[in-house]
């Protein structure tokens, strides 16, 4: 029997929402750094089988990479001038790296480093680049 058997359903539904931990801003930032880049390793073992799916990855991340360096850019940001420096650098390597990637002429394996070490900065658990 649940606990909220004799409960209105919307104290239950407020009850369960309520006992959810708040995710962050930066907890979501992290969700989708992880996803893209578990999707790109992933891809990246297989860019000999499935090119194809290698190349759809490598898009994503530069996407990413995009959308961090377009408001890294943002006269609003809020982080460190240095820091903001470092990450649209990034941006161009990693989209640089791509295009490297697409042709053929070499792995995914530093971009999964880099997005690695975002995550761990992000994580707190060391510098993100």
Known sequence: MSPYAHTPPS???????????????????????????????????????????FVAALCDNERLWSTLAADVADAGNGLPPQLRARIFYLYRFTAAHGRKARSGATGAEVLVEI???????????GAAA
């Open 11 to 53: 104290q239950t539904a407020y009850a369960q929402a309520a006992a959810a931990p708040m995710r962050t801003p930066r907890d979501a930032e992290y969700d989708v750094i992880a996803r893209i880049t578990r999707r790109l390793n992933q891809a990246n073992a297989r860019r000999k089988q499935d090119f194809p799916a």
């Open 115 to 125: 997005n690695t070490a975002v995550l761990r900065g992000l994580r707190g658990d």
